[in-house]
């Protein structure tokens, strides 16, 4: 698929297709939340990418966030699941068709409560797939009870004090061998849009952990989950940009700093300029350390996490070749009678 960011006239890109092509519905989700910002930065990003809508394939579970996938790329395929189920259905649809590029979106409920253990799964295997966690912190759709990634001791008007820690999405992300971890803000919209076109670029599962306030019950300011703690707390790890695979490549001028290239496999390249002076993306127990610190002094630490471009993919390890298992001929995929009957007669 082509990639370039370069629009032909200025209102279409490079494929033809204006920005408006890319919208889905109406959000019906409330004035304010950080889930239609999200959807709306996706619209940008493929846009700019020259995505083909009819090439994408959007998953979801349920959950307010889960709504998110009717807002944006409205020409694509869709599927909503069940609460928790998402990733095995992924894992079915991009085995049947690895061709297809997939964006999921969930939440904190969804991923981090019933979903955990499909979540998990779906990561040591490496599904080739964008995996959006649109964390808020708190069951919105239900009306405020606490997630699994709610603050311990948060207290809120309906749901009283929580008395657990926090799972930390990005945390359990590594630890399940994922080769693209990052967080961040629904409120910094250029550190989504870059990290989403890189993690567009990955040829396993991506996962970005964006925090995305819930107006409604969750936005009080001693809340890690609220805008205002998002906007006063944000710290990020580097500045980072996007350099599409058919783009000419050049550096603009930078501030006094160490910048690091990463190549990824489509040949599409990862800026990151450090602010950190000890932070290393690749360095797997180091963003482990950085995390559990990061939690410990309730920091909101933002950016690309972890990166390892070294594991193949599930269809990789399948073996699955170039066509997709969908667009096979019937006498590739089913075998003939002689075949089944020399089969049957090597059991007996």
């Known amino acids: 698929m082509t990639e370039t960011t370069t629009p032909r006239a200025g209102r279409v890109n490079a494929i033809g297709l204006a920005q408006a092509d890319y919208k889905g519905l109406p959000s019906?989700?409330?004035?304010?939340?950080?889930?239609?910002?999200?959807?709306?930065?996706?619209?940008?990003?493929?846009?700019?990418?020259?995505?083909?809508?009819?090439?994408?394939?959007?998953?979801?579970?349920?959950?307010?966030?889960?709504?998110?996938p009717a807002y944006f790329l409205g020409g694509s395929f869709g599927f909503n699941t069940l609460?928790?189920?998402?990733?095995?259905?992924?894992?079915?649809?991009?085995?049947?068709?690895?061709?297809?590029?997939a964006i999921a979106v969930s939440g904190d409920g969804d991923t981090a409560s019933i979903g955990l253990g499909q979540f998990k799964h779906l990561l040591r295997r490496n599904v080739r797939m964008v995996y959006v966690v649109e964390n808020n912190g708190v069951y919105g759709l239900t009306k405020g009870q606490f997630s699994a990634t709610a603050d311990e001791g948060q207290e809120l008007k309906y749901a009283g004090t929580n008395d657990f820690p926090p799972i930390d999405i990005c945390m359990e992300a590594i630890l399940a061998g994922c080769g693209f971890v990052a967080r961040s803000f629904s409120g910094d919209a250029q550190q989504v849009r870059e990290l989403m076109k890189a993690a567009l670029s990955h040829r396993g599962t991506a996962v970005l952990d964006i925090i995305s306030p819930c107006v409604a019950f969750n936005n009080e300011d001693t809340s890690t989950k609220s805008y205002s703690y998002g906007k006063e707390h944000e710290i990020p790890l580097h500045g980072i940009g996007f350099v599409p695979k058919e783009a000419e490549i050049s550096i603009e001028a930078y501030e006094p700093g160490e910048m690091r290239v990463v190549a990824m496999h489509d040949g599409s390249l990862i800026k990151l300029r450090k602010l950190e002076t000890d932070y290393d993306p690749t360095d797997r127990m180091g963003a482990m350390h950085r995390l559990q610190w990061a939690q410990e002094k309730q920091e909101f630490i933002t950016g690309l996490l972890y990166l390892d471009e070294s594991r193949p993919n599930l269809a990789e390890h399948a073996r699955l070749g170039e066509t997709p298992l969908n667009a096979l001929e019937?006498?590739?995929?089913?075998?003939?009678?002689?075949?089944?009957?020399?089969?049957?007669g090597s059991l007996m």
């Open 83 to 101: 609460h928790g189920r998402m990733p095995s259905l992924a894992t079915g649809a991009l085995l049947g068709n690895h061709a297809m590029r």
């Open 28 to 68: 019906t989700l409330c004035q304010g939340c950080g889930h239609n910002s999200i959807a709306n930065q996706i619209v940008q990003v493929a846009y700019e990418l020259n995505v083909r809508p009819a090439e994408v394939l959007k998953l979801s579970g349920i959950g307010c966030s889960s709504k998110s």
């Open 330 to 344: 019937e006498k590739r995929v089913r075998p003939g009678a002689a075949v089944l009957a020399e089969m049957m």
